[in-house]
Every structure is written in C-alpha cells, then in structure tokens.
C-alpha cells in the first residue's frame, strides 16, 4: 500500500496545522489514538505526530443502548485495541484485566469471548488512559479543502481545527425500515435499554422484533426475560435467524482481507447470530408449544437428542459409543428441529437465560 506523509512540520505547514484530526472517537479511532501514542513514546520530540479528535457525545461511550446483561463479544478479545498491531502493548485487554486484578477469574472461564459490558469497560478504561486532546460534546459539522490543508468547522462554525489528514470513525447510524418512523413505541435497538426504561407501560403485552441477526436475536431473548408474561414475536425476511457458521467469521479484521476491499463499495450486512443464542431461542419456542398442548396429550422430551428415547425404532439413529459398541439416539423433532444443542457456559461472562418462559 501506498504511505503517506502525515507529519505537517515536514511539508512547511503553519504551526496551527495538526498533523490529523479524527472526527469520531469511538474503538477504531481510540485504537488510532494508542497507535500514535505508542510511536510518539518512541520518537524524539521533532519526529512526533500530532493528533486530535472531535467527539460529539458528552463522554466515552460504547454501545450503551445494548449492553444486556450476559450479552457476550462476537470476537476473540485478542482483537482488542492493541494486541494485533503490538502484542506487549500495556493497551491490551489481558493488561486491563490484570490491573483490574480480573485476569484470573476470566482465565479459568476458557472462553475467548468476554461480556459486552465488560470490554465497553475495557474501551473506557483505554480513553481515560490514552493521553491525547479529545473535544467531548463537539459536532463535526463540515469538512473543507483548501489545496493545502483540511478544515474541519466544529459546532456551528464556533471553532476550526486545521490538520493535513482527516480520519472519519464515527460509527453506524441507526436505520429503520422505509415507511417506519421512529416513536415512544417504535424504536432502533440501539438505544433499547433507555427506549424500555421510558415505556409508562405494556398494556397489550406483545413485542415485536424485526431483524434476523445476532442483535435481534438478543434482543428477543433479553425481551423474554425481562417481561416474562409477554408475547414476544420475530419478523424475519428469510426462513430464521442467520447462524455463525464458520469458527473464524471476522474476516474483515484480516490485514489481507481489509487490503482487497478498501476500494470496494460499502454495503450494510447483518451479523451473523451466535448459535447458542438462537438454539435458546428455539428452546423458548419449543416450551411455548408444549404449554399449548392440551392437557391429556402426551409431550415431546425436552432432554438433548443424544439423551432422548424415540418410541420407535425408525426415529433412531445408529451411533457408536465406548468400545465401538452400536446404540440408538433420537433424532430432534418438533420446532426448531435442525437446531444444535448446545450446554450453556458457566460464569458470569456468559449468557443465563431463563428456561422457563
């Protein structure tokens, strides 16, 4: 890939001129701001790059809106902030485990994945740390060129911040469905926990989620727990919720990958629903159906398919155990039949959601 020369001193640029302004400082512009911070450490005072960042929240903030209880990363937490570019960085989540005196207890979860809750824990803890000027409650309202350098207007226009490179991370925007606004009642599951916290009340009892991937997936799960007498439905475009299928499914956080599509046209995905979390999902429907079965009928087994008894030969499946010795198992049926089982983890890291409605 082409470099570029982003230090200002070396072009003859005034001295009110930074070498970059970051509009934006959310995870991937704080992973930018430890970056230069780690290289200035190294550098004599002439050879360092200046930065500074515009933020138009009041504080650091990360996902606040979704932060449910148990709701677990997506990614290794070896993609954290830092451990990718420099390892040994005192920026890396294990080191904020250890000073937070945490790196034992997740150690013996052996996941890689860690709460939501506690890696936006981690993300503030870097930009209370991470020792660069960042404006709080500033708008980056316009961006110019002047053939020299950029001109970012802040505010309404009550302060410019000139700089050589812009950097803009300023995350994604909610969006609803076309022909669908937003209100005290319809609302994007970015801001879930506030738009709940302001319901006066749920006199019809029913919820309905739109989507297919792994927030709504959540966000049906967390609807079951915390209103466990309300109905809550799914409206998905596609057959069910879309399932991770591929033990390594980031493959935008490759170096190799992100070179072949920086040139590529954007376009919005969903992400991928872990498969625990919709195998819980299918578990609430199955027990749903059950409780409608009328009193008299015999109900289906809850157990796993490898622990239930069919009660006929031609439902089983030949499977060999111990000493190569052949058994039968029941295959799965009912709702959510191609569902994998799967037993929950152990640990305040991971999700405990309820089993009985």
């Known amino acids: 890939m082409r470099k570029v020369n982003i230090r200002s001193d070396e072009v003859g640029m005034p001295p009110d001129v930074v070498d970059i302004v970051g509009i934006g400082f959310g995870s991937a512009n704080l992973s930018l701001a430890i970056a230069i911070e780690e290289r200035n450490s190294a550098r004599p005072p002439a050879d360092r790059v200046t930065i500074r960042f515009v933020e138009v929240q009041p504080r650091f903030g990360w996902h606040d809106g979704m932060l449910l209880s148990g709701a677990t990363m997506q990614i290794s937490f070896l993609k954290d902030l830092a451990t990718m570019r420099s390892p040994t960085s005192s920026y890396s989540f294990l080191n904020y485990l250890h000073e937070r005196g945490r790196l034992s207890d997740f150690i013996n979860l052996k996941s890689f994945f860690p709460t939501r809750l506690e890696f936006r824990n981690y993300l503030a803890w870097a930009a209370a ?25 802040v505010s309404g226009g009550r302060e410019e911040v000139r700089a050589r490179v812009v950097v803009v991370a300023t995350g994604l925007s909610p969006v609803l469905p076309d022909g669908i606004e937003a209100g005290p009642r319809v609302f994007h599951n970015h801001g879930l926990l506030g738009s709940l916290d302001r319901l006066t009340s749920t006199p019809h009892g029913r919820f309905l989620v739109a989507g297919a991937g792994q927030s709504a997936a959540e966000v049906a799960a967390y609807l079951h727990d915390t209103y466990p007498t309300a109905e809550v439905h799914a409206s998905i475009r596609s057959f069910g919720y879309v399932r991770r299928q591929l033990p390594v499914c980031e493959p935008y956080l490759r170096p190799r990958f992100r070179r072949g599509v920086l040139h590529r046209p954007a376009r919005r995905q969903t992400e991928p629903a872990a498969p625990a979390l919709v195998d819980e999902l299918c578990g609430r429907r199955r027990r749903a159906h059950r409780r409608s079965v009328p009193t008299g009928v015999r109900r289906e087994a809850t157990r796993p398919a490898a622990a239930v008894r069919a009660p006929r030969h031609r439902d089983r499946e030949p499977v060999r155990g111990p000493g190569g010795r052949q058994r039968h198992v029941a295959r799965p049926r009912g709702p959510c039949a191609s569902a994998r089982f799967s037993r929950p983890a152990v640990g305040a890291y991971r999700s405990h959601l309820a089993t009985g409605s």
């Open 129 to 153: 740390r991470v020792d660069v000027p960042v404006s709080y409650g500033a708008r980056a309202a316009r961006v110019d060129h002047d053939g020299a350098a950029f001109t970012v207007t």
